[in-house]
């Protein structure tokens, strides 16, 4: 039915129409309908939340997720003002709730109510895609109750009774005919809230998941505990310690800057014996994964404070070139966050702050305040200074060896490794490449391959951890230059995605500890080398079988995980064959595979299983690398199920 425009005054007009293209278009406001953008109206509430901590009147909140995947928060705010608009009848905390941009994002009274999430949008998009919303807001001596459904008002602000507290507490349920699924990630959630409560210091949060949940057996448990609480009284400093907390530190208390006025900046700073170099950066709470004019500020300070201080001290001599500013960040770990009245975000996920006079105002702020420190604390600026020459020279080192790696190529017309066995299709994407552990089974793969688009790799013997060894070892290092040289498209600052010589870079180990090993290892360096690698989905895990049942006059029946096998096992009894007359083999490595079996139950295309390697969150990878790169070895068995996402079947 068509809208009868004149009954309403313009303003509701707008309302009306506003809430109602939310609807339409919710990929405009939250970014997706997956569970993305379900999480990121979460987001939109607690930043509300987060606003008024910043404006000094918060200091708790806390996040549930109820059974039936319902959403509840809680603040101690003042409460968003009941108070009725003269004109529209409406109160305050009801036109924040239903109508577009009325959360004071633009401007309120913390003067940084634009941090609300990637978009900005607030409340009222989170109540227009929600099949029902109730506010409570307990201020001005009374409890106030709302309610909401897909936006529209059912119950308006009304007094339900006494208080002497003040708080705002909000309760919604997504609507399940605009989100592609309703199923709230707890990790998820709780990563950002500790993110959050990292850049708002003394800020406490807590999150709880009371929802029934499945263990791997699908028994309904409450076992694996889902609530959390953080409060960190040392802001970006415990930000620092908390992602270095498996690395050796240099200096152990972090370097703290902080400094108020038109650009406010808080930024930590710690040293470890590590090789990467671990920057994140955040505009009002939003992490601005893409870098910009605060990083730029940032990079240009530290390096020219460094390498005065250097100079100054007789640490660099005269005739000696400036350090780079790679050589200065080699192993720091730092955090900034700046908050930016009117922020420009640019990059393709417009996650880039372009800003421009954001990188003078960091660029002094840092000056400033590390070149202070470093006076006061000679010995952590000797033991930094130490650990960027090295780095210097390993970088000299570097050049060199890639050069000859180079030369060699040209002078050999940019030879393949010798263990490498080739296809014969011309077209690099389509193309794939095992890399294959071990040369019994590196002699399967070559037989049941497909050799139009298919290559092998075998590797054998033991493999430089990247983890511990600095780039001019891994350039030259005989186990890893085939790796390089068959994917052909350099390594490091020199990598070229577009020179890559197979769309697929598969890692085929056995499905044991040995084989997880040196999953890692090649993860670990193709994550430390050659990002974009993993960044474009190139990387691929192969997925051998773990069992086989067999029965005279039945095709073979291949598992590939204990859950596989137990339903193999029930189907097959349902059908009148009984577990005793199945013969079952255990496959210990790829090795026990003849050809045939590898190509049908690993190889094959259409029937393999390959899981993609994906890279959503540097942060918890550059922390599963160090862990796992440790010395224990239980870490990496695990790493396989948290970060793997299985892709079944992708070719098909
Ligand atoms: C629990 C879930 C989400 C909130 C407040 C507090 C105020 C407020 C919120 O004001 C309208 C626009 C600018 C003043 C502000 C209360 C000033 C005085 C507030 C929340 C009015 C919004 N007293 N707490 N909004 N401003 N918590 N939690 O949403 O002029 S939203």
């Not at 908390?242 to 710690?270: S, T």
């Not at 204990?562 to 210990?588: C, F, S, V």
Request: charged share 30%.
């Amino acid at each position: 039915m068509e809208k009868v425009e004149h009954e309403y005054g313009a303003e509701q007009i707008q309302v009306l129409e506003g809430l109602e293209h939310v609807r339409k278009r919710p990929g405009m406001y939250i970014g997706s309908v997956s569970v993305r953008g379900l999480h990121h109206c979460v987001y939109e509430i607690v930043d509300n939340s987060v606003d008024e901590a910043l404006a000094g009147y918060c200091k708790n909140i806390s996040i549930t997720i109820e059974p039936g995947n319902i959403i509840c928060v809680e603040d101690d705010g003042r409460g968003i003002p009941v108070d009725i608009h003269p004109k529209t009848k409406i109160s305050a905390a009801e036109t924040v709730y239903t109508k577009l941009n009325a959360g004071g994002k633009f401007g309120g009274d913390s003067g940084y109510k634009v941090s609300g999430g990637l978009h900005g949008v607030g409340a009222s998009v989170v109540n227009a895609l929600s099949t029902w919303l109730e506010v409570i807001i307990q201020r001005d001596g009374g409890i106030f109750q709302m309610k909401f459904e897909r936006g529209k008002t059912v119950m308006p602000l009304t007094r339900i009774g006494d208080s002497d507290k003040t708080g705002t507490k909000v309760r919604f349920l997504a609507d399940d005919t605009i989100f592609e699924s309703l199923e709230y990630e707890y990790e998820v959630l709780e990563k950002r809230f500790r993110e959050i409560a990292f850049l708002t210091k003394g800020l406490r949060i807590k999150i709880e998941d009371t929802r029934e949940h499945e263990n791997q057996e699908g028994e309904e448990t409450q076992s694996s505990e889902r609530k959390a609480e953080f409060c960190f009284e040392g802001g970006l400093n415990s930000f620092a310690e908390y992602l270095n907390k498996n690395k050796e530190k240099i200096n152990p208390l972090p370097i703290y800057i902080e400094k108020d006025g038109e650009v406010p900046i808080e930024v930590a700073i710690q040293y470890t014996t590590a090789y990467s170099e671990n920057i994140y950066t955040f505009v009002n709470n939003i992490n601005t994964i893409e870098g910009g004019t605060h990083l730029e500020g940032f990079k240009r300070a530290v390096t020219k404070v460094f390498n005065d201080y250097a100079r100054n001290h007789g640490i660099i001599k005269e005739k000696d070139p400036n350090l780079q500013g790679e050589d200065i960040r080699e192993g720091m770990t730092a955090i900034i966050s700046v908050k930016v009245k009117d922020p420009q975000f640019e990059g393709q996920t417009k996650t880039k702050l372009g800003n421009s006079n954001v990188t003078g105002i960091v660029a002094n702020a840092v000056t400033e305040a590390l070149s202070t420190y470093l006076e006061e604390n000679p010995n952590v600026a000797k033991a930094i200074l130490e650990k960027c020459i090295s780095a210097s020279r390993a970088r000299e080192a570097a050049r060199k060896a890639r050069e000859l790696v180079r030369k060699k190529n040209s002078m050999e017309g940019s030879t393949l490794p010798g263990k490498l066995a080739d296809c014969s299709g011309k077209d690099p994407l389509a193309n794939e490449v095992y890399i294959v552990e071990g040369d019994s089974a590196g002699g399967s793969a070559k037989q049941g391959r497909d050799r139009t688009f298919q290559a092998i790799l075998p590797l054998w013997g033991k493999m430089l951890n990247v983890e511990k060894s600095r780039a001019d070892k891994i350039y030259g290092n005989d186990k890893l230059q085939p790796v390089i040289l068959a994917i052909g498209a350099g390594i490091g600052a020199d990598f070229d995605i577009t020179k890559i010589r197979y769309g697929k870079v598969i890692i085929m180990a056995d499905a044991d500890v040995d084989g997880a090993h040196i999953r890692t290892l090649l993860l670990t360096f193709f994550f430390r080398y050659m990002r974009p690698l993993i960044e474009n989905g190139n990387v691929y895990l192969a997925q051998p079988p773990l069992y086989k049942l067999s029965k005279k006059g039945m095709d073979d029946i291949y598992c590939y995980t204990d859950d596989d096998l137990t339903k193999a096992y029930k189907e097959l009894e349902e059908k009148g064959i009984p577990r005793d007359q199945l013969a079952l083999q255990r496959y210990k490595g790829l090795g026990e595979m003849n050809p045939d079996q590898l190509w049908e139950t690993t190889m094959d295309p259409a029937r393999r299983i390959l899981i993609k390697v994906r890279l959503d969150d540097a942060m918890k990878a550059d922390e599963t690398f160090t862990l796992l790169m440790g010395d224990e070895i239980e870490p990496r068995r695990e790493f396989i199920e948290q970060n793997a996402k299985y892709v079944k079947n992708l070719d098909v």
